[in-house]
Nanobody, 113 residues
């Protein structure tokens, strides 16, 4: 069973940056699309960004131009670089291997105004 482990969350002021990492326990994530989701208190989980096996990317409108998803297949890791963070980005961020419906445990991102 593949396990995903997120890291890199924390508390940052508005306008700051964080880089989230999602490391896979087994080395085949390069074959599949990977996704980042987030869930704010009292809200539904929402898709933030995704990256396909060929490197093409998708972003939700509210993070377009501020967030960058990337992958390092040699390290079995997917990243989410988050710049110019806003208080509304505050949420628990999860990575997901959709093809197997496997989620990580999440990492908290808190952006103070």
């Amino acid at each position: 069973q593949v396990q995903l482990m997120e890291s890199g969350g924390g508390l940052v002021q508005a306008g700051g940056s964080l880089r989230l990492s999602c490391a896979a326990s087994r080395g085949f994530i390069s074959r599949y699309p990977m996704n980042w989701y987030r869930q704010a208190p009292g809200k539904q989980r929402e898709s933030v960004a995704s990256i396909s096996s060929d490197g093409s990317t998708y972003y939700r409108d509210s993070v377009q131009g501020r967030f960058t998803i990337s992958r390092d297949n040699a390290k079995n890791t997917v990243y989410l670089q988050m710049n110019n963070l806003k208080p509304e980005d505050t949420a628990v961020y999860y990575c997901k291997l959709s093809v197997l419906n496997i989620w990580g445990q999440g990492t908290q991102v808190t952006v103070s105004s």
